[in-house]
């Protein structure tokens, strides 16, 4: 019981941190998503970043598009059953509990993140399917071992685990932190286990750039890096890359029943992949 409460005051205490007079980047991509989750400080920040670089519209639904198609992949083709998503954002519809679960009911999904709003959210709205499992760690991206640790209570870790780290790495600035996280996730999972991702491209659109520098102006304490294709296949060294390999995410396995998800698409500037542990 004393651990329970312990954890209770701590949740308690970092929601109080909680500002809405300033933008947060898990509310400012709600909005940019179509969520409900923000404020007009977040709303504000999202009107500045479209009038800098009108493109980021075209990012949320080909993101979403890019989602789903890795997670049919993983469990349809791969026969994955076990997820760890490491910065789960607010709920939105097509989490990866509800497309995995759709596929697959038996599904177990560890949601990870370090924001206490997102993790509230999260605990009161994602109910996991009969026979599978849902489970939150609070942790950041940048320290696997507690992520491994807190996860452990959803995931069979002697089992295939598909690693998601869907923009994530955007967040870690250091090349060298950046460069260690997927080694050390990977190690924790066995042969057969896959990572994916997707990342903002520096190397696809100009104008992201200054997008994303009125980002980390706007959000200090929350600062995104854009990194070219050799930079996102550097983080991936050792995987064996699914193909299409390391593609923009539009070109990655499209679905051209879809509406907005055909290979005719303007790539928008976000690199996506999906790699599996040898």
Not at 213 to 238: C, D, F, H, Y
Not at 251 to 261: F, I, K, L, Q, T
Request: charged share 20%; net charge negative; proline share 9%.
């Amino acid at each position: 019981m004393a651990d329970d409460w312990g954890e209770d005051a701590t949740r308690r205490a970092k929601a109080a941190l909680i500002n809405t007079r300033v933008p947060n980047a898990a509310r400012v991509v709600d909005f940019l998503y179509g969520g409900h989750n923000n404020f007009e400080a977040d709303r504000k920040a999202a009107r500045v970043l479209g009038a800098t670089a009108p493109g980021i519209a075209a990012i949320p639904p080909a993101v979403r598009g890019f989602q789903q198609r890795v997670l049919r992949f993983l469990v349809v083709e791969a026969g994955i059953r076990q997820f760890l998503d490491i910065g789960t954002g607010l709920p939105l519809v097509g989490a990866t509990h509800e497309v995995a679960q759709s596929l697959a009911p038996e599904c177990r999904i560890a949601y990870v993140d370090n924001d206490p709003m997102v993790l509230a959210h999260a605990r009161a709205m994602m109910t996991s399917a009969p026979g599978g499992a849902i489970g939150f760690v609070d942790a950041d991206v940048r320290d696997p071992a507690t992520i491994v640790a807190g996860a452990g209570a959803t995931l069979d870790f002697s089992l295939p685990v598909a690693v998601l780290l869907l923009f994530t790495l955007s967040y870690v600035e250091d090349a060298a932190e950046a460069a260690a996280v997927v080694p050390a996730l990977m190690a924790a999972v066995p042969s057969g286990s896959y990572a994916a991702g997707y990342h903002l491209a520096s190397d696809l659109d100009p104008v992201l750039e200054e997008a994303a520098r009125q980002w980390n102006k706007m959000m200090p304490a929350q600062p995104i890096t854009l990194r070219s294709r050799a930079e996102v296949a550097g983080l991936m060294a050792g995987l064996e890359l699914v193909p299409p390999g390391l593609v923009p995410i539009t070109e990655w396995r499209p679905d051209p029943d879809a509406p907005g998800d055909s290979s005719q698409a303007r790539p928008v500037p976000v690199h996506g992949v999906v790699a599996r542990k040898p």
